[in-house]
T-cell receptor, first 114, second 114 residues
Framework: DGGITQSPKYLFRKEGQNVTLSCEQN?????MYWYRQDPGQGLRLIYY???????QKGDIAEGYSVSREKKESFPLTVTSAQKNPTAFYLC?????????????FGSGTRLTVV | AQSVTQLDSQVPVFEEAPVELRCNYS??????LFWYVQYPNQGLQLLLK??????LVESINGFEAEFNKSQTSFHLRKPSVHISDTAEYFC????????????FGKGTKLSVKP
């Protein structure tokens, strides 16, 4: 079955460390997205990519980095520059362009700084 | 810029009672509208969507939403809720025919009590 896989489900990071969250999809979607979710704040867009080897900053990109070397993969790195990284991170994908009728989401990664 | 307002952050309701989760958007052009549901520690799942045609759309588990262009609303309703409907619900909007991303509301937590 097609879908999006995020790993790991839970991740613990020490202060000052970089950590990478994985997102893989086999839906043949061109576009992929990373969101951060905090209680009461809904979903905030971190980065998105409409095509391989290209990506754009979202509303809260500071302290994060991404790459899009393959259509299927869109990893997110939370760097030490992110001051408050503890959150639930969601990856999504969609068809790109005007026929984009909605997103398919992964099951999320909960990152905790210890 | 588009925006989505979910008027209630939390909605407590007793089992078998009716419920309405409110969503208003700001756009003067045609839009695509979505409701997503999120169970604890999971990703978002598409509940229903309005793209065009009939203004009343239904999901397979008894939810429905009505697109009201004059009031720029897309409220979600269910005539009789179950304990299993306890979740967070997100409304989202996208300008029709555009390359733009989905814009999400901040979510409404539905809590169904026995």
């Amino acid at each position: 079955d097609g879908g999006i896989t995020q790993s790991p489900k839970y991740l613990f990071r020490k202060e000052g460390q970089n950590v990478t969250l994985s997102c893989e999809q086999n839906l043949n979607h061109d576009a992929m997205y990373w969101y951060r979710q905090d209680p009461g704040q809904g979903l905030r867009l971190i980065y998105y990519s409409q095509i391989v080897n290209d990506f754009q900053k979202g509303d809260i990109a500071e302290g994060y980095s991404v790459s899009r070397e393959k259509k299927e993969s869109f990893p997110l790195t939370v760097t030490s520059a992110q001051k408050n990284p503890t959150a639930f991170y969601l990856c999504a994908s969609s068809i790109s362009g005007p026929s984009n009728y909605g997103y398919t989401f992964g099951s999320g990664t909960r990152l905790t700084v210890v | 810029a588009q925006s989505v307002t979910q008027l209630d952050s939390q909605v407590p309701v007793f089992e078998e009672a009716p419920v309405e989760l409110r969503c208003n958007y700001s756009s003067s052009v045609s839009v695509y509208l979505f409701w997503y549901v999120q169970y604890p520690n999971q990703g978002l799942q598409l509940l229903l969507k309005y793209l065009s045609g009939s203004t009343l759309v239904e999901s397979i588990n008894g939810f429905e939403a009505e697109f009201n262009k004059s009031q720029t609303s897309f409220h979600l309703r269910k005539p009789s809720v179950h304990i299993s409907d306890t979740a967070e619900y997100f409304c989202a909007v996208r300008v029709g025919g555009s390359q733009g991303n989905l814009i999400f509301g901040k979510g409404t937590k539905l809590s169904v009590k026995p």
